[in-house]
C-alpha cells in the first residue's frame, strides 16, 4: 500500500522488503521498540449519526480522487491522504472534521492523528466507510 502511494507520488525506483518488520528482526538486524506514534482516539460516527449532522460538519474524504470521483457524500471536500500535509490549511478548525476513507483501508487512523498533532481537536469518523453510508440507502454525488 505504501509502495502504491509512493508510485502515484511519481518515485520509481520502489523496491519492497516483502518479509516485513518481522523477518527483518529475524535476520538480525535492528528494531525500535519505542512507541513512536501515540493512541489517540477517534469517536466513530454511523451513517445515521453523520446524515442527521449534515450542514454542521466538515466532511473530509481523504481517498483517492479518482475514487471520489466515482462516488462521495455531497458536500464532502476530497484531500487524498497523501496530500493532507500540503493541503491541512484548507481544512476548517474550527468545526467538526468527519474523515471518510476506503472501506477496509482505515486512513482515518494516521489522517486523524495527524489532524490531532496539528490542533484539529473536534474529529470523528465514518463508521463502515462510504460503503456503510451507501448500505444505510444514503445517497452519494458523481
Not at 482516539?41 to 466532511?59: A, C, E, F, R, S
Not at 476513507?101 to 465514518?126: E, H, T
Amino acid at each position: 500500500m505504501a509502495a502504491g502511494l509512493a508510485a502515484e507520488l511519481g518515485y520509481k525506483n520502489l523496491m519492497i522488503y516483502s518479509d516485513g518488520v518481522p523477518g527483518w528482526g529475524k535476520a538480525g538486524h535492528p528494531l525500535n521498540k519505542e512507541k513512536a506514534v501515540p493512541v489517540v482516539q477517534i469517536p466513530p460516527l454511523n451513517p445515521g449519526q453523520l446524515k442527521d449532522m449534515m450542514g454542521t460538519v466538515h466532511i473530509l474524504d481523504v481517498r483517492m480522487e479518482s475514487v471520489y470521483k466515482a462516488g462521495h457524500i455531497q458536500g464532502s471536500q476530497n484531500i487524498p491522504i497523501f496530500s493532507l500535509s500540503k493541503r491541512l490549511h484548507e481544512v476548517p478548525i474550527n468545526k467538526k472534521i468527519v474523515v471518510v476513507d476506503s472501506f477496509g483501508v482505515q486512513a482515518y487512523v494516521p489522517s486523524c492523528w495527524f489532524m490531532k498533532s496539528k490542533r484539529y481537536n473536534d474529529i470523528s469518523f465514518l463508521q463502515g466507510s462510504i460503503g456503510a453510508w451507501t448500505k444505510e440507502g444514503f445517497t452519494i454525488e458523481k
